[in-house]
């Protein structure tokens, strides 16, 4: 029998909550999605203004940062034509996200979900997600 680790709803508003105000600290309209070990989604808040791109973008950030267990930028560095690891953006139907923005949550080395966001340039949602991160393992 297996013992699942993951994130609750309530653990899902702490990530979009610290997101959302490192978002209001830079000027950014952002959208966030969490999403449990496996992909599946927990929450999602759009701020007034984000881009309509950001909603599905910041799901499959979530997303790929969950089941490959690692952040999304990582990928972006990897996945360059040449390199072994090319074509996985392919993969998962297409969800598969190398855009920087999604990252893995993990408590006491176990990886219980992710959080993705999107809305300003990459280096943007990865200081929001990576703030959310910080703020969310101080709890």
Do not use: W
């Not at 899902?12 to 959302?20: E, F, G, M, N, Q």
């Not at 959208?31 to 449990?36: E, I, L, P, Q």
């Not at 952040?71 to 690891?85: A, D, I, K, R, W």
Request: hydrophobic share 40%.
């Amino acid at each position: 029998m297996l013992n699942i680790k993951r994130l609750s709803l309530g653990d899902a508003h702490k990530l979009i909550k610290a997101a959302t105000a490192q978002a209001n600290k830079i000027g950014v309209n952002m959208c966030f999605s969490v999403c449990d070990e496996s992909g599946n989604q927990i929450a999602f808040e759009r701020m007034d203004g984000a881009k309509v791109l950001s909603v599905n973008l910041s799901a499959d950030k979530a997303f790929t940062a969950a089941i490959s267990k690692r952040p999304t930028h990582e990928y972006n560095e990897l996945c360059q034509p040449g390199s072994l690891v090319f074509g996985i953006h392919t993969s998962s139907g297409g969800r598969f996200s190398t855009v920087g923005g999604g990252y893995p949550v993990s408590v006491r080395g176990t990886i219980v979900g992710a959080i993705g966001v999107s809305g300003g340039a990459a280096e943007e949602d990865m200081v929001c997600a990576e703030a959310a991160l910080k703020s969310f393992l101080k709890s």
